[in-house]
T-cell receptor, first 118, second 114 residues
């Protein structure tokens, strides 16, 4: 089955620094990737949609200058949290879809990255 | 725009009892419907999905769900739960056109008691 990995699984950083999270599709080409944020005991909030080779589309209320998303290849998308603050601490989950493949309706989720900003 | 409502934030149930987790959605176009399970500090695992065809879909771990278009519902059921089913369950809707964004419900915490 299709596998999506995320790295790192956990990261602790100091306030004011930037953190990059990678999302990779291991055995399929991800034409589209999604980034979600999940607060404790809460649902997943869609942050942005990224298509390979083009700019990400951010959901309303998500700061695009703070959460930089790059989808440079069909297997890799990155989320960079710039100038992180404690309120950015959260569980970040990516997902990937192959919109031109046979299983275009399927969305495959990564295992998530726990970010803690101190 | 689509939306998903999970009517129960928590559902406590005794082991071996049946359970139903409720989900209602709204959308102006055709949709794909999903149920996911999330264990603590883990990602999402797909339980089952409805794309088209038979309205009763069966998934992993003995779960099933029924798509009811007239009531715009997609309730999840299991005839007999186990302690290991204790987890967070999310209903999700993805529109069949456009950007294929998936919107999640708020989640239902299933707590199975011995």
């Amino acid at each position: 089955g299709a596998v999506v990995s995320q790295h790192p699984s956990r990261v602790i950083c100091k306030s004011g620094t930037s953190v990059k999270i990678e999302c990779r599709s291991l055995d399929f080409q991800a034409t589209t990737m999604f980034w979600y944020r999940q607060f404790p005991k809460k649902s997943l909030m869609l942050m942005a949609t990224s298509n390979e080779g083009s700019k990400a589309t951010y959901e309303q209320g998500v700061e695009k200058d703070k959460f930089l998303i790059n989808h440079a290849s069909l297997t890799l998308s990155t989320l960079t949290v710039t100038s992180a603050h404690p309120e950015d601490s959260s569980f970040y989950i990516c997902s990937a879809r192959d919109l031109v493949g046979q299983n275009y309706y399927e969305q495959y989720f990564g295992p998530g990255t726990r970010l803690t900003v101190t | 725009a689509q939306s998903v409502t999970q009517l129960d934030s928590q559902v406590p149930v005794f082991e071996e009892a049946p359970v139903e987790l409720r989900c209602n959605y709204s959308s102006s176009v055709s949709v794909y419907l999903f149920w996911y399970v999330q264990y603590p500090n883990q990602g999402l695992q797909l339980l089952l999905k409805y794309l088209s065809g038979s309205t009763l879909v069966k998934g992993i771990n003995g779960f099933e769900a029924e798509f009811n278009k007239s009531q715009t519902s997609f309730h999840l059921r299991k005839p007999s739960v186990h302690i290991s089913d204790t987890a967070e369950y999310f209903c999700a809707v993805s529109e069949g056109t456009g950007g294929f964004k998936t919107i999640f419900g708020a989640g239902t915490r299933l707590f199975v008691k011995a």
